[in-house]
């Protein structure tokens, strides 16, 4: 029996059905083999996250996706939260290391033009979650993201489509 | 009349009867005359966040302290989540900011030792903040920290309350 290696997106957006990108990400990445979507505002929209669940889905699969807009240079809210329930001691580092050695890639969206973007600034912004992967003995695989974002004018939101379309291929053939 | 400055310490920590240092250093810090602590996780346990409330405190502040143990090179979820919802646009940012060359100053403590936290990674930690503040054209003042701020034996313990009150000394003759 060959057994697929599953891929699990954890998307944190607080309001998906007004998203461009996040909604074309998770959408298209979901219609793959092997993958799982778990929208944490839709499953938890009172911030109370069933740690037991959460650490269970991730058990279940080799790579896991984090997948979100960028809000003030960060993750949004409910992934910070996420990560500061689920990771916990005993699970996710200490003696016994459950995770080790799964694979993280982290994907995001930006609102703003890339001119703010440089890679240094790119990199500060990726430190926490590099550092969490780390500190827990995961495989960084890397990050990905696109920027203009926006649905600010018409034109702007057609732009918006088609570069959340092409982060959906590039992020499908990473996985 | 002459009004004071005030200066309000917006404080996320999820069990701070647990705490040593943000204890100690919000404790210190409330007895000052002037200043205000928000305990974000007593005020809002459930993450609904009472957003005019906390403009309305930042409003009446000058000077504004965030405070929190370091969680995975990152703020603690509540703080994020209080971000993302009080720094709204037209009210931090957009065509009217309303927070304008108010001081922002940055403290937390860190349960690990030094060594692993040079100035590269203290800069990363601190950059979403900042960018936050430049973006809202608030003046950062700059960050203060504490390393060894854990209570794994009991001289781990004496140690980080002598730490946790340097740090609050250095904090209360800062503002």
Chains 1, 2 share one sequence.
């Not at 697929?4 to 059905?17: D, G, N, Q, R």
């Not at 992967?133 to 990905?144: D, K, V």
């Amino acid at each position: 029996m060959v057994v697929m290696s599953k891929t699990v997106m954890i998307l944190a957006h607080p309001s998906i059905e007004k998203s461009i990108g996040n909604k074309i990400i998770s959408d298209n990445f979901s219609k793959e083999k092997n993958t799982e979507v778990r929208h944490l505002d839709q499953l938890y929209p009172d911030f109370n996250i069933d740690v037991k669940a959460e650490q269970e889905a991730l058990l279940n699969a080799e790579t896991i996706i984090f997948q979100f807009p960028l809000f003030w240079y960060n993750v949004p809210a409910i992934l910070k939260h996420w990560i500061d329930t689920v990771f916990e001691y005993g699970f996710a580092f200490g003696l016994e290391s459950t995770l080790n050695n799964k694979n993280i890639l982290v994907s995001f969206t930006i609102g703003s033009p890339n001119k703010h973007y440089s890679d240094e600034v790119i990199e500060k912004i990726c430190f926490p979650l590099k550092g969490l992967t780390q500190y827990c003995n995961l495989n960084y695989i890397g990050e990905i993201f696109c920027n203009d974002i926006n649905g600010y004018t018409e034109e702007a939101k057609n732009n918006a489509i088609n570069i959340a379309n092409k982060h959906s291929q590039k992020l499908i053939e990473l996985i």
